[in-house]
């Protein structure tokens, strides 16, 4: 029978009488593990672009971006460039900044499909977003809070009324806290197509820089159980710091956590 090596230090430890050590391992490297068996067991491998890393959640999947004009192609007068199939199809208005998309998985059974989206937007070089070139950075958050909840045909909520909200929600000892602001409830309305959607949008302030994650889901489904912790364990992921290499198209260069939101 293999014994994991884990134990096998324990047991070494046990035979020394080594009371210290013992209490070290149960206070820190079993949570340590815990922790992490928890991430890769719920989220897929690390997405990067542009100092931004984070974990979706498995069974989404990336969509890419249109792949870059060429010279000729921009120099022809003619030229119209390719939809980006990121953006969604359900708003009256395409999404500003625009980093990365990724498909929700497939209902299950007696479920219905409706919208399932994961988007991260970036208030960083705005200057040449497509969507919105001349969008002031202090009205990004507002213009994206705004383009959802138009599109349910609700209100759309101040800024002021944001409130903080930090995950993982309780305090775990390797576990990174990350501090985000979100709308005072969830969006909660229809897409013109009479279900039910939740939309969650969780803002995170980099120095000024500010990054949302959007959730887009029917509400029975980001609700239920099955997606809940993994989306929280998503949300503990986010690192955003400077670039260290000009990105991608659909990726990028990572970069070292900033400091918390100051939203």
């Given at each position: 029978?293999?014994?994991?090596?884990?134990?096998?230090?324990?047991?070494?430890?046990?035979?020394?009488?080594?009371?210290?050590?013992?209490?070290?391992?149960?206070?820190?490297?079993?949570?340590?593990?815990?922790?992490?068996?928890?991430?890769?067991?719920?989220?897929?491998?690390?997405?990067?672009?542009?100092?931004?890393?984070?974990?979706?959640?498995?069974?989404?999947?990336?969509?890419?971006?249109?792949?870059?004009?060429?010279?000729?192609?921009?120099?022809?007068?003619?030229?119209?460039?390719?939809?980006?199939?990121?953006?969604?199809?359900?708003?009256?208005?395409?999404?500003?900044?625009?980093?990365?998309?990724?498909?929700?998985?497939?209902?299950?059974?007696?479920?219905?499909?409706?919208?399932?989206?994961?988007?991260?937007?970036?208030?960083?070089?705005?200057?040449?977003?497509?969507?919105?070139?001349?969008?002031?950075?202090?009205?990004?958050?507002?213009?994206?809070?705004?383009?959802?909840?138009?599109?349910?045909?609700?209100?759309?909520?101040?800024?002021?009324?944001?409130?903080?909200?930090?995950?993982?929600?309780?305090?775990?000892?390797?576990?990174?806290?990350?501090?985000?602001?979100?709308?005072?409830?969830?969006?909660?309305?229809?897409?013109g197509d009479e279900q039910i959607h939740r939309v969650?949008?969780?803002?995170?302030?980099?120095?000024?820089?500010?990054?949302?994650?959007?959730?887009?889901?029917?509400?029975?489904?980001?609700?239920?159980?099955?997606?809940?912790?993994?989306?929280?364990?998503?949300?503990?992921?986010?690192?955003?710091?400077?670039?260290?290499?000009?990105?991608?198209?659909?990726?990028?260069?990572?970069?070292?956590?900033?400091?918390?939101?100051?939203?």
């Amino acid at each position: 029978m293999r014994v994991p090596c884990c134990l096998l230090l324990v047991f070494a430890a046990a035979g020394c009488g080594d009371a210290e050590y013992l209490a070290d391992f149960r206070g820190n490297t079993v949570p340590y593990f815990e922790q992490r068996q928890a991430l890769d067991a719920a989220l897929a491998a690390p997405w990067q672009y542009a100092g931004i890393t984070l974990r979706p959640p498995r069974g989404f999947s990336e969509v890419s971006a249109p792949p870059e004009p060429t010279q000729e192609q921009l120099e022809d007068e003619y030229f119209v460039p390719p939809a980006d199939p990121r953006q969604p199809t359900y708003l009256l208005d395409p999404l500003p900044g625009l980093k990365g998309a990724w498909k929700g998985p497939l209902p299950g059974a007696g479920e219905q499909a409706g919208n399932r989206w994961l988007y991260v937007l970036d208030s960083r070089n705005l200057e040449d977003d497509p969507v919105a070139p001349n969008l002031e950075p202090d009205r990004f958050v507002e213009e994206v809070t705004d383009r959802f909840a138009r599109a349910m045909n609700l209100p759309t909520p101040e800024l002021e009324q944001f409130k903080p909200m930090t995950f993982p929600t309780s305090s775990e000892p390797f576990a990174r806290p990350v501090q985000y602001r979100t709308t005072p409830s969830p969006l909660v309305g229809e897409f013109g197509d009479e279900q039910i959607h939740r939309v969650e949008l969780y803002v995170y302030d980099a120095g000024g820089r500010k990054v949302i994650v959007a959730l887009v889901m029917p509400e029975e489904a980001m609700i239920g159980p099955e997606f809940g912790e993994p989306r929280d364990l998503m949300l503990q992921t986010l690192e955003v710091g400077a670039p260290t290499a000009a990105p991608r198209a659909g990726g990028g260069g990572g970069g070292a956590p900033a400091g918390g939101p100051s939203f």
